[in-house]
C-alpha cells in the first residue's frame, strides 16, 4: 500500500492516459518507454501515449516526472515521436505558454 502512496500522481496518470482503452496500460510500462527500456511500438502504445498528452495536465506530469526519475527531454521526445492530431494540442499549448 506504502507503493501505492509514493506513487500517486503516477497512478494518476495511468487512470487518465487509459480512459478511451479498453485495456489498461500501466505507469510502469509507460515509465519504461520513457527510459528507453522497452521500445515504443506505435501499433501497441500510440492511443495511450495520447491519452497520456490528453488527458494529464502538465502538473500532473511534473509529479509523474520526478517519482519515475523521468526527464523533460524524454516527455518531449516522446511528444515529438507521435503524428499530429488533436490530442497534441493540449500539450503543445502547455509547451508554447512555458507551463510545461
Known sequence: MLNNIENKASLACQVRMNIRCGTEMSYQTLTKILRNEIPYDEEVHQRYIFGFFDECYPSLMKKFMKEQSISRAS??????????QGEKYNFERALKNGEF
Request: charged share 10%; aromatic share 10%.
Open 75 to 84: 516527455i518531449i521526445n516522446l511528444f515529438n515521436q507521435l503524428p499530429d
